[in-house]
């Protein structure tokens, strides 16, 4: 397979401005509506978060309180590993991809080649540029940690037909210390009315939060990557808060058919 010298944007200008300064403007303004609704974290740094994909005008304002989270830890997170399902090809386990960086209207983001390569030998991790060309459930997390973080590295995962333990087995090779953190991109339930959407992500969320693992992708469509994360989560005493939870109906769209979306921090047993 050739390398990309840089994988560029897929859904800029639909899901996220495709301008730079109207992006950072817009990314900026969440990340501050983030931090105005919510007291600061009483938690310390996390070592992984659950964020929502959809386009920043239903899903941003979710996925922005878990951003900003980060900013404290600018200095000291130099690595992200990023997971979300597939939803345009089809594969078999875990892809990367085989490239140089990825790209966003605010620059690129170099991949952590060493890490990739590590990631490879794993049976279930194999190197699939098709997997990432349209995808948007990784693309729409990249603005955000640009925003954040300073310098850091990228090792990006679009989860195919894969098991939780296979995850896990990803995340334990990648896992490290604090200058790695953990990124899953997740929406909930799709497309059910409001009330009964409500019903639905909130025995979701309580799932998550009591590290029970995922039956079916109706209550999340990043199930499979979830599912990783409690893995290791339950191994390594991890300790999950809730920092928000709403659905498109609250955020920009009707409440006939609504998304849920959540978003969660993990800390490890001495940051809790």
Not at 113 to 127: D, F, G, N, R, T
Not at 138 to 157: K, R, W
Not at 237 to 243: A, E, K, S
């Amino acid at each position: 397979m050739e390398m990309q010298i840089s994988r560029p944007p897929a859904v800029a200008g639909m899901f996220y401005p495709a301008e730079p300064r109207t992006l950072a403007g817009e990314v900026e303004a969440l990340l501050a509506q983030a931090r105005a609704a919510s007291p600061a974290p009483t938690f310390g740094q996390p070592k992984a978060l659950i964020a929502p994909h959809a386009g920043y005008i239903y899903s941003g304002p979710v996925a922005a309180s878990a951003y900003a989270c980060l900013v404290p830890y600018a200095q000291v997170i130099r690595r992200v590993v990023l997971l979300g399902p597939c939803h345009r090809v089809a594969v078999r386990g875990l892809a990367v991809p085989h490239a140089q960086s990825f790209s966003t209207p605010l620059g690129s983001i170099p991949l952590d080649q060493s890490a990739i390569a590590a990631a490879l030998e794993l049976p279930q991790v194999i190197a699939h540029n098709g997997a990432h060309a349209q995808e948007h459930s990784l693309e729409v997390h990249l603005p955000f940690l640009q925003a954040t973080l300073e310098d850091f590295t990228l090792v990006p995962f679009a989860v195919g037909y894969a098991t939780g333990v296979e995850v896990a087995e990803v995340l334990e090779l990648l896992w490290d210390g604090p200058e790695t953190l953990i990124v899953i991109s997740s929406d909930l339930s799709h497309y059910h009315p409001y009330a009964a959407a409500q019903r639905l992500d909130g025995h979701t969320v309580n799932e998550i939060l009591h590290l029970h693992l995922l039956h079916d992708h109706e209550q999340a469509c990043g199930a499979t990557p979830i599912n990783g994360l409690i893995e290791v989560a339950r191994r390594r005493g991890l300790v999950p808060h809730l920092l928000d939870l709403r659905n498109s109906g609250d955020t920009a769209g009707d409440k006939s058919q609504v998304v849920g979306y959540a978003s969660f921090a993990f800390t490890e047993p001495e940051h809790a």
